[in-house]
Structure formats: structure tokens, C-alpha cells
């Protein structure tokens, strides 16, 4: 599986910013999708998911703001982020677990500041 995220940027607080990630190699469609995030020193956080069915879950500090969604006829999976703050500056990744491994895009940065 190869996921090729991009959108990141840098943004004011209160701003939106919107990624993107393509998959490939393999039925997009049954993957659960994720984005996970990471700031340095971190661990790498998971921020959002969204199974084959586009049930979408939330880490709690971006619910009500951030919205997980998939096209599938696209292979594509999308970060929308509203009401950006600071604390949500860190690099984005895509990912998948698939026959027993997880695959990762090369991550995009998303920096919030005035």
C-alpha cells in the first residue's frame, strides 16, 4: 500500500486547512484509513478514523473542528480542519493497517500561527 498525503501548510489560529491522501496497491475501499499527527519529542497520535463504512472516530481535542472523510472512487482519504489552534501544529500522516502491517505517508506539516 503507498499513501501519498499533501495540503499541509501554514495557517492562522481560527483558520481551515484541508489534506489529502491517495492510496494505492491495493482495495481502497475495505481499508480503515487514519490520520495520525506528531510534534517533536512526541509520540505519533492518532487524530482520526474512518472505516470501510465511513464510520469516523475523533481524539477529543479536534472533535466538533476536524472531519474525516473518504472517497472512494478516488482512493482518496481527506482532513478537514476548522478552528485551528497552535497546539494542532504538528506533521500529518496518513495510514493504514493492512495484512498485518501498518503503511504510512510521508507526513505534511501543519503549522498554526499568528
Known amino acids: 500500500v503507498q499513501l501519498q498525503a499533501s495540503g499541509g501548510g501554514l495557517v492562522q489560529p481560527g483558520r481551515s486547512l484541508s489534506l489529502s491522501c491517495v492510496a494505492s496497491?491495493?482495495?481502497?475501499?475495505?481499508?480503515?484509513m487514519a490520520w495520525y499527527r506528531q510534534t517533536p519529542g512526541n509520540v505519533r497520535e492518532v487524530v482520526a478514523t474512518?472505516?470501510?463504512?465511513?464510520?469516523?472516530s475523533y481524539v477529543d481535542s479536534v472533535k466538533g473542528r476536524f472531519t474525516i472523510s473518504r472517497d472512494n472512487a478516488k482512493n482518496a482519504l481527506y482532513l478537514q480542519m476548522n478552528s485551528l489552534k497552535p497546539e494542532d501544529t504538528a506533521v500529518y500522516y496518513c495510514?493504514?493497517?493492512?495484512?498485518?502491517?501498518?503503511?504510512w505517508g510521508k507526513g505534511t506539516q501543519v503549522t498554526v500561527s499568528s
Open positions: 474512518i472505516t470501510s463504512s465511513s464510520s469516523a
Open positions: 496497491g491495493s482495495d481502497f475501499s475495505i481499508l480503515t
Open positions: 495510514s493504514t493497517y493492512y495484512n498485518r502491517r501498518y503503511y
